[in-house]
């Protein structure tokens, strides 16, 4: 299991951008999916946006076109470039990690709050 630490969360004006950032320390491996889930206030956590160690990226329907996910191996570093921001994206953002390796480790940072507001 690896440790993650978000950062880049904050009060964004509507219509606004942000990069949230997940810094892993460990060894991820070269087999995985990392990924960003939101959750809502009072709401399930959903899946935003993964990206997989073969660059295969899923999105969730109502965020594809406005939120990137990205990582940089070099950094050890997951990015979540979120754009064009509303009411509606605020709650709380979290990185994960799947290895897949021998045994699938899951791996969750703490989460950075996004509030989206005039």
């Known amino acids: 299991q690896v440790s993650l630490v978000e950062s880049g969360g904050g009060l964004v004006q509507p219509g606004g951008s942000l990069r949230l950032s997940c810094v892993a320390s460990?060894?991820?491996?070269?087999?995985?999916?990392v990924g960003w889930y939101r959750q809502a206030p009072e709401k399930r956590r959903e899946l935003v946006g993964s990206?997989?160690?073969?660059?295969?990226?899923r999105y969730s329907g109502s965020v594809e076109g406005r939120f990137t996910v990205a990582a940089d191996e070099t950094k050890n570093e997951i990015s979540l470039q979120v754009t064009n921001l509303k009411p509606g994206h605020r709650g709380f953002f979290y990185c994960?990690?799947?290895?897949?390796?021998?045994?699938?480790?899951?791996?969750w940072g703490q989460g950075t709050q996004v509030t989206v507001s005039s």
């Open positions: 994960s990690v799947l290895q897949l390796g021998p045994e699938r480790v899951a791996s």
């Open positions: 990206l997989s160690s073969s660059n295969t990226t």
């Open positions: 460990g060894n991820i491996g070269s087999l995985y999916v």
